[in-house]
């Protein structure tokens, strides 16, 4: 039986049929076609391949492609790319406001740890040390000194100052009521003057920060070459706003007493080195 069937089935496949199109008023054949089950299968196959093929090539190589969902455009893509590197460049200029901000926090709050400061101290005592010892310089060295002299006299480089010739201008004279004290937390001088004296900025820089603090009242930062920061504090009023440049004598505004921590009309006048405070006494003569 089972032999039987598969005959049956096989003659199935194999026998031949014939399309014939035929003129329905004159019954005039048109067109016949000779066919079996088999022949049908295989062109139906071949043109199903054929037809995946040719759909999988126009979506994969022409523009077509952008029409189906989940496939991105060539302009999209670029797009993309630069809001990439549009968003890197952000985070970047981020980072570095935020490194700005948090310096300017520093400066106004005055805060630093006793760790950081007896780190910066010891550098300073070990650099003040090395600045106090006397070598006798010997001959080969004291003409390369005077032929570097001759050299740097004809610089006319932009920038050939060094950091030792960085040169301060005095903010405000008057008298010391508070010296730097680090022990006490007090990384400051405080000038006394009378109230509308004219406060001057120590250095050309740019203006960081210029606006009203409820302990320090009107403060104003600047920032200069090589890291410096100077702060003015507890001013009566301002002359000037953020992101100006200024230059060295330059009125930023005047001495007040503005601020809860005051006492009095003076100029609290601070001194950063790279987020480290510094004794203004150092380098300014304030008297």
Known sequence: MGKKKIKKQQSKWRSHYRMVVINDDTFEERFSL?????????????????L??????????????????????????????????????????????????????????????????????????????????????????????EEVAREDQFNLMEGAVARTNFVFFTPVTGNISSVYDPD????????????????????????????????????????HPYGLITAYKHLGDILTTQNDQVLAGEVLGSVGNTGELTNGPHLHFELWSDGYPLDPTNFINFE
């Not at 079996?36 to 062109?43: I, K």
């Not at 994969?60 to 989940?70: N, V, Y």
């Not at 310096?103 to 005055?110: A, F, M, T």
């Open 34 to 50: 000779k066919l079996n089950r088999l022949n049908v299968f295989v062109v139906t196959t071949v043109a199903a391949i054929l």
């Open 52 to 145: 995946v093929g040719l759909t999988t090539v126009i979506i994969a190589f022409s523009p077509l492609r952008e029409l189906i969902p989940g496939y991105s455009s060539t302009k999209v893509k670029r797009a993309t790319a630069t809001l990439l590197q549009r968003t890197d460049s952000l985070e970047t200029a981020i980072a570095l406001n935020k490194q700005q901000f948090d310096r300017i926090q520093q400066v106004l709050s005055g805060n630093i740890t006793a760790q950081e400061y007896e780190r910066i101290d010891s550098i300073a005592k070990v650099e003040t040390a090395n600045q106090d010892e006397i070598i006798d310089p010997i001959p080969q060295d004291s003409i390369l000194r």
């Open 184 to 223: 006490k937390e007090h990384f400051a001088v405080d000038v006394t003057a009378p109230v509308g004296t004219p406060v001057k900025a120590a250095a050309a820089g740019t203006v960081i920060f210029a606006g009203f603090t409820t302990d320090t009242g009107y403060t104003i930062i600047v920032e």
